[in-house]
């Protein structure tokens, strides 16, 4: 049994940072992909970002703002974003799956989210 639980949300203004965590309370290994998802109000959920045994991904509206790592010994896993922009306000999730290679949403579990919102 995995779960996930985010935290580290909240109201920041325009150009600010926010580190958003990610805690795995069962046991993952290596193989383990994790990812950060976002929703915002009215769009589709965006996948922004995942870290696996191949490397990092980051979506491209985010790529160079938001860093993916990760924490063993605390089995957490952290999502920084700087430069936050107001098309950043939106429910930040992460993922897990049991595999070096991730299609789309194959995720096995989802935290419940946290709530990011960027001021102007």
């Known amino acids: 049994q995995v779960q996930l639980v985010e935290s580290g949300g909240g109201l920041v203004q325009a150009g600010g940072s926010l580190r958003l965590s990610c805690a795995a309370s069962?046991?993952?290994?290596?193989?383990?992909?994790m990812a950060w998802f976002r929703q915002a109000p009215g769009k589709e959920r965006e996948l922004i970002g995942r870290?696996?045994?191949?490397?990092?991904y980051y979506a491209g509206s985010v790529k160079g703002r938001f860093t993916i790592s990760r924490d063993n010994a605390k089995n957490t896993v952290y999502l920084q974003m700087n430069s936050l922009k107001p098309e950043d306000t939106a429910v930040y999730y992460c993922?897990?799956?049991?595999?070096?290679?991730?299609?789309?949403?194959?995720?096995?579990?989802w935290g419940q989210g946290t709530q990011v919102t960027v001021s102007s």
């Open positions: 993922a897990a799956r049991q595999s070096c290679l991730v299609l789309g949403d194959e995720y096995d579990y």
């Open positions: 069962g046991r993952t290994s290596s193989t383990y992909t």
């Open positions: 870290i696996s045994c191949r490397g990092t």
